[in-house]
């Protein structure tokens, strides 16, 4: 069966530091995809990232950055120079294969991220 | 423009009662789902339907009922209501383009809260 560790409940940070969100993963397939998702307080889930198995290249977007490694089944997730607006709580999910067409997310509990001021 | 819409977004309802939570999107996609967040932020998966027909059925009680009535909708009906039955619920949709890698979609979220 899949499953997606989040170790960290919760983290709190001062605003400008870097702060990294760690994700295990569980699988037997060869072919997977790893998502990040971010829900604000406000509630809804926002899409961040999509890395499929075969990729490790590690991907930046401004301030966020991802590194995936296949040998230790982890897609951490790196903010540099934090700013309260990424507080949030932050969720890896593992995808899988579902029969008829569809996909399965499988999520982590998620790590709550608090930057303050 | 609303990619995803669920109506309404809080629903407040007494143990026993029956309700429903309606999902629509504009995206074109052909797979839906429901997911649940119960109060520790823990996001599970209930059912997906792909092009109206059923194709994930997780462990969830019989009184949860789904109904597809086009690729656009994907509704959720709750027959007698419970106190653990109190969450948010999420709708979301994927297209089909690259199978599992692509993302899904979702809407704001149902707040269900049963007295």
């Known amino acids: 069966a899949q499953k997606v560790t989040q170790a960290q409940t919760e983290i709190s940070v001062v605003e400008k530091e870097d702060v990294t969100l760690d994700c295990v993963y569980e699988t037997r397939d060869t072919t997977y995809y790893l998502f990040w998702y971010k829900q604000p307080p406000s509630g809804e889930l926002v899409f961040l990232i999509r890395r499929n198995s075969f990729d490790e290249q590690n991907e930046i977007s401004g301030r966020y950055s991802w590194n995936f490694q296949k040998s230790t089944s982890s897609f951490n997730f790196t903010i540099t120079a934090s700013q309260v607006v990424d507080s949030a709580v932050y969720f890896c999910?593992?995808?899988?294969?579902?029969?008829?067409?569809?996909?399965?997310?499988?999520f982590g509990t998620g790590t709550q991220l608090k930057v303050e001021l | 423009d609303t990619a995803v819409s669920q109506t309404p977004k809080y629903l407040v309802t007494q143990m026993g009662n029956d309700k429903s939570i309606k999902c629509e999107q504009n995206l074109g996609h052909d797979t839906m789902y429901w997911y649940k967040q119960d109060s520790k932020k823990f996001l599970k998966i209930m059912f997906s339907y792909n092009n109206k027909e059923l194709i994930i059925n997780e462990t969830v009680p019989n009184r949860f009922s789904p109904k597809s009535p086009d690729k656009a909708h994907l509704n959720l009906h709750i027959n007698s209501l419970e106190l653990g039955d109190s969450a948010v619920y999420f709708c979301a949709s994927k297209g089909r383009g690259q199978g599992i890698g692509n993302e899904q979609f979702f809407g704001p979220g149902t707040r269900l809260t049963v007295l």
């Open positions: 999910a593992l995808s899988e294969l579902i029969t008829g067409g569809g996909n399965k997310l499988t």
